[in-house]
């Protein structure tokens, strides 16, 4: 015995629709709006600006690079103050980045000058590093000439460099204690060993007023020098 279907009957509630989330259906079912993203064309077109401008940057810096021009690069320590020889300086081809360094062909004109500053080996000259005069070889100096031996002064001296002078009794001194000839003097000129120990004749400039008892005291080899490395 069949049982006939009911016709015009509502499906029932469990049925679910193609695409409802389980457990919604009407409005429920329905997706919640999203509100569209706001656009910021200012802030667009400042990172294409930035992004424009460094490449432009670096665009720049790679084409300079490429064009070199002639410097002086000092090879020799010049101290303060000390005329700038030619055999302290050296021709180097550097890339052209803006900076105004002393061309090459100024190398003659340099050497009539002097050391505005300590000049280490290595530094590319720049205008502002050479003076037209010095206060270190003008009136009121003079330069004396020592004559020392290994242990009486350091093994680290170089020309340009600044020093004490230092009376040190000998063995049959009169009994007077040691002091201080000259509290900062330039090393003028110095010669080196074999080995490379500076040894031998060192010329230092110090004060006129000065100069006398130096002399005097060198002459019988009772003066050693000490190295002043914070002064230049």
Same mark, same amino acid.
């Given at each position: ?7 015009? =009957? ?38 294409l ?6 490449? @432009? ?8 690079s ?13 101290? %303060? ?10 021709e180097v081809?550097?890339?052209?980045? =803006?900076? /105004? ?22 530094t ?32 680290? @001296?170089?020309?340009? /460099? ?11 001194? /009169? ?10 003097? @330039? ?18 400039? &110090? ?10 005291? %060198?002459?019988s080899?009772?003066?050693?020098? &000490? ?6």
């Open positions: 015995m069949r049982t006939s279907e009911k016709p015009g =009957g509502r499906p029932s509630a469990n049925t679910e629709r193609p695409g409802a989330q389980p457990g919604l259906s009407g409005p429920a079912s329905r997706k919640l709006p999203v509100s569209p993203r706001e656009r910021k064309p200012a802030l667009a077109a400042l990172a600006l930035l992004i424009l401008g460094g490449a @432009l940057a670096t665009t720049l810096l790679v084409l300079r490429g064009d070199r021009v002639s410097a002086i690069r000092i090879v020799k320590q010049i101290g %303060a103050g000390q005329q700038m020889l030619v055999t302290s300086m050296e081809q550097i890339a052209d980045t =803006g900076v /105004d360094y002393v061309p090459w062909s100024q190398s003659a004109q340099v050497a009539r000058n002097f050391a505005g500053v300590t000049l280490l080996p290595g590319l000259l720049t205008p502002r590093m050479v003076a037209s005069a010095s206060g270190e070889l003008g009136p009121g100096k003079a330069i004396v000439g020592l004559s020392l031996k290994p242990g009486q002064l350091p093994i680290t @001296l170089d020309e340009g /460099d600044r020093v004490q002078v230092i009376y040190v009794p000998g063995r049959g001194g /009169d009994g007077t204690q040691s002091r201080v000839l000259a509290q900062s003097a @330039l090393v003028h000129r110095m010669t080196a060993t074999s080995r490379g120990t500076p040894a031998g004749p060192l010329a230092i400039v &110090v004060d006129v007023k000065d100069a006398p008892l130096i002399s005097t005291y %060198a002459s080899g009772e003066v050693a020098v &000490v190295e002043l490395p914070g002064a230049r």
